[in-house]
């Protein structure tokens, strides 16, 4: 099973969580994330989605909804026509602060939660400005076997801004280090715990 949303508990009570891509169980595996940091006395979260390419819109609305305590998550746009509009419902949010990191291969799924976050002011968003893919695209089946990608809309924040080529620019811009030592990390991600449904948190 692979497994994408690993967590940690950081020094002075600060809950890590990092989603690597939004797949069709993410939510669920990020839910058991949150209450097992939570559980650990998690006083403060970070949400990392650097190089998270995205994924599967319906999970990453639930994801979002787990975080967000009232108003709107995204509005799907069509030929300058707002079509449909996603709300949170409250019902599960932390009273947490929390930070989202970021980056320019923070992508698609990535930046819905990217701008959902920052226009409800429930993260601070940190990093670099995200990748800018605000398109929705449906892969329809035609004659002879092929297929096409259709665009189908685009995806706005929940004030309205466009994320496709314009991305999402954090609140506070901070560059990443070059010279990441790769063995240093490799110990780091060693320690996280990963989740899967089989093992959650009681």
């Known amino acids: 099973k692979n497994v994408s949303v690993l967590y940690k508990m950081l020094e002075s009570k600060i809950g890590y969580i990092q989603i690597t891509s939004f797949d069709n169980d993410s939510n669920k595996e990020f839910a058991a994330a949150l209450s097992a940091l939570e559980k650990q006395g998690a006083a403060s979260l970070i949400i990392d989605v650097r190089n998270n390419p995205g994924g599967l819109v319906n999970t990453t609305l639930e994801i979002a909804n787990q975080l967000i305590s009232k108003g709107p998550i995204t509005h799907f746009e069509q030929k300058g026509k707002i079509v449909e509009s996603y709300y949170a419902d409250g019902l599960s949010a932390p009273d947490l602060p929390m930070v989202l990191l970021v980056n320019g291969g923070s992508a698609s799924s990535s930046e ?11 993260a601070t968003l940190v990093g670099t400005t995200t990748f800018g893919k605000g398109v929705a695209q449906q892969v329809a089946d035609i ?13 706005l924040t929940p004030n309205k801004n466009r994320i496709d080529h314009v991305g999402v620019t954090p609140d506070h811009t901070v560059s990443e280090s070059v010279n990441i030592n790769a063995e240093e990390l490799a110990e780091k991600y060693a320690d996280f715990a990963p989740m899967s449904e089989k093992t959650k948190p009681k």
Do not use: E, H, P, R
């Open 112 to 122: 819905i939660l990217a701008g959902a976050l920052q226009d409800s002011k429930t």
């Open 143 to 155: 004659q002879n076997g092929a297929s096409i990608k259709l665009s189908m809309y685009y995806f």
